[in-house]
């Protein structure tokens, strides 16, 4: 018996495959503004801002996590003459643009988010201390509710958009688009638009701002939405081609001989591409039978496993990732240079994301083999403890082991920052090996997670399911983030040393601003809550790891696709 994988995308893929790129770069533009800047940036110009604060604002990334609430509605719910997938895309991008043109004029302005913009229209920036983070917390959340409803049915476009050799690729696109988009959002923008950034690197002539404005660039970002959905209104169609014509092969000409045709033309084969047919059912167009389907894919032994999974494996990297660059910020880690080291993760996202599928594929291939011939995989004892069998989820098990050392690494970068201020090109370069870790390893484990997600999710339900999937992976690394960042100020203690010399220990869960604005004295800490914190979420981390999700992953990877479906 003979195990086959394509390791290649069919050239007739291509033009869907770079369009759903530019559909997840749209989606990943919210998400980094979200998720990454507007933290950063709350942070970075007013270091007053607590991390119960930033607490709050990432609520705004709940919708994010929650769109399988209303994902049902979106695969059932279309005008057929539209398309099943394009009747939501294009509505919901054309909203996201103009609501990003409002924003950015909004904040431009200085009507939201006062302050962030400031320097750019040569006003004075008082007020960037005082944020209204609810309302911040409303605009971006809207914003990302309007990208959680396009990431459904872009994820069920990416289904039937894409042939069937050519479906675990759709993973890759995923992961270039979404990172490209974060990218641009996060770690492009937070560099060009630091005047110190700017000034250092591009400018010869100094000035008090950076390149990019948060307004101006929510602006442009509008237009791109703008653009791109209009392409996609003129320039596609639901199924890119319900028939294709091919050449008729040798073996059927030979076919027709054997059976007295020798003399009929080579006329094409018409051929369908893909398999939509299962895909626009009545059932599936059913509200009531998506959600009864959906129901029953929760009851499911597989899903309910894998659900858990994904909602406990990530809080082991909570901390780091969410706190660990603050920290440095709030030590005194220049904003220009901590841009910088991200800047560098850029090209490795894009790169390795590719070869992580392959990864993944292979893992599969040689583990199919090794069935197929009644063999066992050969690994040393150490791969083993560490992984067990190899199979589609292997690079994740490496990710995750891979984002644990960079959450121990963390706490030692953190500690280690110079007491006089000074970075130096050593200390600088372990930043960058810290981050570069981190992030690696969060992309290996995002690529081999959706790969492993577009394997498994049932047609039948098209977006729906890998809704479920991503939604359920996605709020693992959502709903500890309050919990982490109120962990991190509840056991900060601090000393304020007032004008007189008089030293007073707030209160735990104290803020800094408690100390400068009402005791009018300089702040010191005395136990930072981030070590804590950090190091309680690694050791729970490897815990669950080492004595659950091994184990459960294990499992779950060898599973026949039947055991995945609820049909």
């Known amino acids: 018996m003979e195990v086959q994988t394509r390791r290649s995308l069919a050239k007739k893929d291509i033009p869907q495959f770079y369009l759903l790129v530019f559909l997840y770069f749209l989606q990943g533009i919210p998400v980094g503004l979200a ?108 914003l990302v509710f309007l990208c959680a409803t396009q990431d459904i049915a872009v994820d069920g476009w990416a289904l039937t958009i894409l042939s069937r050799e050519s479906i675990s690729y759709s993973s890759t696109a995923q992961t270039i688009g979404l990172n490209i988009g974060y990218f641009m959002s996060f770690t492009v923008f937070i560099a060009l638009n630091s005047s110190e950034f700017a000034n250092k690197y591009v400018r010869s002539i100094p000035l008090n701002h950076g390149l990019i404005s948060l307004g101006g660039y929510m602006k442009t970002a509008g237009l791109l939405y703008i653009v791109l959905t209009l392409y996609v209104i003129f320039f596609t169609k639901e199924v890119p081609h319900t028939v294709q014509e091919l050449p008729i092969s040798d073996k059927v000409h030979d076919k027709d001989k054997e059976l007295g045709f020798e003399n009929r033309a080579r006329s094409p084969v018409i051929i369908e591409y893909p398999d939509h047919d299962v895909l626009t059912t009545e059932n599936s167009k059913n509200i009531a039978y998506v959600y009864k389907c959906f129901m029953k894919i929760l009851q499911l032994r597989s899903v309910r496993t894998l659900a858990l999974i994904h909602l406990i494996s990530k809080f082991a990297f909570q901390c780091n990732e969410a706190a660990t660059n603050l920290k440095l910020l709030e030590k005194g880690f220049k904003r220009e240079d901590l841009a910088v080291t991200v800047l560098i993760d850029f ?96 992309t290996v484990q ?115 696709l039947q055991s995945w479906r609820c049909t």
Request: charged share 15%; with cysteine.
């Open 446 to 560: 995002f690529v081999s997670i959706s790969a492993f997600h577009s394997k498994i999710a049932d047609p039948v339900l098209g977006g729906t399911y890998m809704t479920l999937l991503n939604t359920l992976s996605n709020f693992g690394g959502t709903w500890p983030r309050l919990l982490i960042m109120s962990m991190i100020n509840h056991y900060t203690v601090y000393k304020c040393v007032v004008d007189d010399g008089t030293a007073h220990i707030l209160p735990k869960g104290s803020s800094i601003e408690m100390c400068t604005t009402t005791l009018r004295g300089m702040a010191t800490i005395i136990r930072d809550g981030y070590y804590v914190t950090n190091f309680f979420c690694i050791i729970v981390g490897a815990s669950l790891y080492f004595f659950f999700i091994k184990k459960q992953v294990q499992y779950l990877q060898k599973l026949p």
């Open 347 to 442: 090209p490795f996202e894009i790169i390795f994301g590719y070869y992580v599928v392959k990864w993944s594929q292979d893992n599969e291939h040689n583990r199919k083999m090794n069935h197929a011939n009644h063999k066992k995989a050969h690994t040393n004892p150490v791969f083993r403890f560490l992984i067990g069998d190899s199979g589609l989820l292997t690079p994740w098990q490496w990710g995750f082991l891979g984002r644990l050392t960079a959450a121990l690494a963390g706490n030692y970068v953190v500690s280690v920052f110079p007491k006089n201020g000074e970075i130096t090109s050593g200390y600088f370069f372990l930043v960058i090996l810290q981050h570069l870790l981190g992030s690696f390893m969060s």
């Open 35 to 142: 998720f990454g800047t507007v933290p950063f940036l709350l942070k970075s110009l007013a270091k007053e801002t607590t991390f119960t604060q930033l607490g709050i604002f990432s609520m705004a990334t709940y919708p994010y996590s929650l769109k399988i609430l209303w994902s049902p509605i979106v695969d059932s719910v279309f005008v057929k003459k539209i398309g099943r997938r394009r009747s939501w895309i294009i509505p919901i991008q054309l909203v996201s643009g103009c609501m990003l043109l409002i924003l950015g004029s909004c904040i431009s302005h200085g009507h939201i988010f006062k302050g962030v913009d400031d320097a750019f229209h040569n006003r004075p920036r008082a007020s960037v201390h005082h944020i209204n983070v609810p309302l911040l917390t409303w605009c971006f959340g809207t």
